[in-house]
């Protein structure tokens, strides 16, 4: 049954040490991707979202829901602007990530250290196990890192605002929302960034609220 199979999937990642173990400097415990107490009302939506993002920030490093930080805030202001709740949002989505722990400050002070390849190759499986339970009707890709993990694909100006297909799964990426990135600021790319949203507001619309008909 699923919805055990995603408490065990849950469980075991509460217990993952294998970044850890492999000698990287990650800091806390492997943040979940869904409480377990919302696994019932999640699996329960016809229409299921999964949002990855890049990983953890030292908000979220105790193990506590993702995006609670100040990234957070912002995007969930981005999602508020295109008519989506944040609590709705929650109870809808999946709210996964590339990588699980917090991966420490970046060296240059400025925002946290990008997860390496081999950090990411390393939690991949969570990543993986975490679609094929889910069976998602959306994805949300948040950032380079995550939009290369999920589309094969990085350069965000020719991405962001388009709605793709992904193994027969929609994909609206987004930038990453952190204060250390200055994408935002690039010609043209505040218009991209209310293009995406006004694609997942319209896909909102008709798979959760009922109403309209996305792009």
């Known amino acids: 049954m699923t919805i055990d199979l995603l408490h065990r999937h849950v469980r075991q990642l509460s217990e993952c040490r294998r970044c850890h173990t492999a000698g990287f400097p990650v800091a806390g415990v492997p943040v979940s991707p869904v409480r377990a107490q919302d696994i019932p009302a999640l699996l329960s939506c016809k229409a299921r979202i999964l949002i990855v ?3 953890p920030g030292r908000t979220e490093a105790s193990g506590t829901q993702p995006f609670i930080g100040a990234a957070g805030r912002t995007l969930f202001n981005w999602f508020a602007s295109a008519g989506i709740d944040e609590a709705d949002l929650r109870s809808s989505a999946l709210i996964s990530a590339v990588t699980r722990c917090y991966p420490g400050p970046s060296a240059t002070g400025r925002g946290d250290r990008l997860p390496t390849r ?3 190759t390393l939690c991949r499986p969570w990543l993986e196990d975490e679609r094929k339970l889910l ?3 959306l994805i949300i890709p948040i950032g380079q890192m995550a939009i290369r993990v999920m589309t094969g694909r990085k ?3 020719d991405l962001i605002g388009t709605t793709l297909v992904v193994d027969g799964i929609a994909c609206i990426p ?6 250390a990135s200055s994408w935002i600021y690039g010609p043209g790319n ?10 997942i507001g319209k896909w909102w619309g008709s798979q ?3 109403s309209g008909t996305p792009d």
Do not use: F, M, T, Y
């Open 53 to 55: 993002g890049q990983a």
């Open 118 to 120: 081999v950090e990411s």
């Open 135 to 137: 069976r998602p009707s």
């Open 155 to 157: 350069v965000l100006s």
């Open 174 to 179: 987004l930038p990453h929302p952190s204060g």
């Open 190 to 199: 505040r218009d991209r960034l209310s293009a995406a949203l006004k694609h």
């Open 208 to 210: 959760i609220a009922g």
